[in-house]
């Protein structure tokens, strides 16, 4: 053996001793046991991020919905509903007489009695008349 | 002679790997029993002060749980464990030097201060611990792992994310350097 490869061995003989009485010393045990205490904290505190923001987030989308409910209902009232505003463009290009026939046709769905008295009557209006009636009646 | 009973061996790294994984405490604290004496030895060799060995030892397993998911046995998990050591002392020799403002060789040295056991230690012992903490750090995790704790060039090129080549010529520039200081 050559005196390089003694130092090699005595040099790896002294790396393998290193550290061996500091890690002696060192309570295995209770090094255990800290190491599972804080990975419990961990657990928790990461549970409890979680938590906290889910119900936040539960709680805006409610608001959130509650919101887009009322401003929803307030543009319908606002407005009419989307069929009621068909209704009346589709009211705008027609004749008195077209008009009357309209509101023949809604009367079959009405009491007779009440027919009966309104033929009488539309003979008598002007289209502008005929036209507000008929948007009245569709609301 | 009987085949040894399977219910009495102990389980593998990896089987307590998973069992951690899956919730169970008892895994972890049992992988710090087995691991946590090699730690100690690695982080003091690596220059740990020995006043903070412990806090050390914890933090490096707590890291190691934290990223037990990316772990995929590429390696042993005692040389990914030490590597993740590596990593929390060099992070704990960078704390030292911002808040106490001392050199970082300074700072991550041991400040054992029982003068029977440093005389027991053996002065060349001291000398060598000195030696391999002035080393590069590529170059003392390399010689730690193969000289002190008997890892193979292969496992330790691929714990520090490097070729089994590259990890021969490491170690053999930091044999090269504290042969030359220990002479």
């Not at chain 1, 790396?15 to 295995?28: F, I, K, S």
């Not at chain 1, 008009?99 to 009966?116: F, K, M």
Request: proline share 3%; net charge negative; with cysteine.
């Amino acid at each position: 053996m050559t005196d390089e490869e003694a130092r090699d061995i005595e040099l790896e003989r002294l790396a393998g001793r290193l550290g061996v009485r500091a890690a002696e010393r060192l309570d295995v045990e209770r090094t255990a046991a800290a190491v599972v205490e804080r990975l419990r904290a961990d657990r928790r505190s990461w549970r409890d991020r979680w938590i906290q923001p889910s119900w936040l987030r539960a709680a805006a989308l409610v608001v959130l919905m509650v919101g887009v409910g009322i401003v929803v209902r307030g543009r319908l009232l606002q407005h009419g509903t989307p069929d009621g505003h068909y209704v009346q463009e589709e009211l705008q290009g027609l004749t008195a007489d077209q008009l009357r026939e309209v509101l023949g046709g809604l009367d079959q769905t009405l009491n007779d009695a009440t027919i009966e008295s309104a033929d009488d009557d539309f003979g008598n209006l002007t289209t502008e008349q005929l036209r507000a009636l008929l948007q009245s009646l569709e609301g | 002679m009987p085949p040894a009973d399977p219910a009495v061996q102990p389980a593998e790294d990896a089987e307590l790997i998973a069992a951690w994984l899956a919730g169970e405490e008892r895994a972890a604290a049992e992988l710090v029993r087995r691991h946590a004496r090699a730690l100690a030895r690695f982080l003091a060799g690596a220059g740990a002060p020995e006043a903070d060995l412990d806090d050390l030892v914890q933090d490096t397993f707590i890291r190691a749980f934290r990223a037990m998911e990316g772990f995929r046995n590429q390696c042993q998990f005692r040389t990914w464990l030490l590597t993740i050591g590596g990593n929390a002392l060099k992070d704990l020799g960078r704390r030292l030097v911002r808040h106490r403002i001392v050199p970082l060789d300074e700072g991550v040295e041991s400040r054992d201060g029982n003068p029977h056991e440093r005389a027991e230690a053996g002065e060349t012992e001291d000398r060598l611990r000195r030696g391999i903490e002035r080393l590069p750090r590529m170059q003392r995790e390399v010689f730690l792992l193969r000289a002190q704790q008997g890892v193979e060039y292969d496992e330790i090129a691929v714990a520090l994310r490097t070729t089994p080549g590259a990890a021969r010529v490491h170690y053999h520039h930091a044999v090269k350097r504290l042969k030359e200081w220990l002479k």
